[in-house]
């Protein structure tokens, strides 16, 4: 359903761009969303687009060193990441909203549907 790509090892300063594609059609999902894990801590989410408007969110961690965008025709969303820090290591997920909810969802529980995730390594 939902399949991410794009996550590696990077030295800190580094650049990955990571790829989330979906099996149907984005304007099927009312929002996209890009979270991430490390082990023995939650998810969370870190960024995310409403589909009918392009509405964002950013957490105050990766503001302007992330930037989420999306390509209607190849049913994909992109987290670009820049300037990756060692706190960035983490396993990255995409996970849509199925139905309608209030702005931007950010809270892992309101998502339906999730991808397998990729690993995201920064070290020197």
């Known amino acids: 359903y939902l399949v991410e790509s794009g996550g590696g090892l990077v030295q800190p300063g580094g650049s990955l761009r990571l790829s989330c594609v979906a099996s149907?059609?984005?304007?099927?999902?009312?929002?996209i969303g890009w979270f991430r894990q490390v082990p023995g801590k939650e998810r969370e989410g870190i960024s995310g687009?409403?589909?009918?408007?392009?509405?964002?969110y950013y957490i105050d961690s990766v503001k302007g060193r992330f930037t989420i965008s999306r390509d209607n025709d190849k049913n994909t969303i992109y987290l670009q990441m820049t300037s990756l820090r060692p706190e960035d290591t983490a396993v990255y997920y995409c996970?849509?909203?199925?139905?309608?909810?209030?702005?931007?969802?950010?809270?892992?529980?309101?998502?339906?549907?999730w991808g397998r995730g990729t690993q995201v390594t920064v070290t020197s």
């Open positions: 996970a849509v909203v199925v139905g309608r909810r209030r702005g931007v969802p950010r809270d892992p529980e309101d998502y339906n549907y």
């Open positions: 687009i409403r589909s009918n408007d392009g509405m964002t």
């Open positions: 149907g059609s984005l304007d099927d999902f009312y929002a």
